[in-house]
């Protein structure tokens, strides 16, 4: 590779919202969470939070408000509320155990039709430095314009076993 595919970082937050940069996923290990909310706090435009998958709720900063969706009408108007309050509003399905319950891929889908940015998790690697996936992951909505892959820093000179990674075996 020339490097003519690599996209620097002040690319990332000038492109959120234009076309092929509205439905961002987040995959692999080492920081998911900590780029989403930089994402969209840096984001010029509204940007929303999602994941697909299970999150820590202590990984939530201050700024950001949770959304438990019912329905679109009320999500919706939830997000717009939150926005108009200079939060960043993560949408989800429930908690349960200090654990964030994502929401099915095509309620990401559906809410691209009324946000410019959405920026969501795709996978967990239960704060492991670098991850294995599983067959059906990441878990992707059909509207996904990319996917970003990450792995922690620390995982360079690290062993691959269970201390150091999700899904070693794989």
């Known amino acids: 590779d020339s490097g ?19 439905v961002i996923a987040l995959a692999g290990a080492g920081g998911k969470s900590t780029i989403m909310f930089k994402l969209a706090k840096n984001a010029k435009c509204k940007c929303i939070l999602s994941t697909t998958v299970k999150m820590s709720r202590d990984e939530i900063p201050e700024y950001v408000s949770l959304i438990f969706h019912k329905s679109y009408i009320s999500t919706i108007t939830e997000a717009d509320e939150i926005l108009e309050k200079e939060k960043i509003p993560l949408v989800c399905s429930s908690w349960e155990d200090g654990k964030i319950i994502g929401v099915a ?66």
Do not use: H, Q
């Not at 996209?7 to 492109?15: A, D, V």
């Not at 309620?107 to 239960?126: N, Q, T």
């Open 4 to 22: 003519r595919n690599r996209i620097k970082g002040s690319e990332i937050f000038r492109n959120l919202g234009s076309p092929g940069w509205r």
């Open 105 to 170: 891929p095509e309620v990401i889908d559906r809410l691209s039709d009324d946000f410019p940015c959405i920026v969501y998790e795709a996978d967990g690697a239960k704060g492991k430095a670098i991850k294995f996936p599983r067959e059906k992951e990441p878990v992707l909505s059909e509207r996904t314009d990319r996917v970003m892959a990450l792995t922690g820093i620390d995982c360079l000179y690290a062993s691959i076993d269970e201390d150091n990674a999700f899904n070693p075996d794989k």
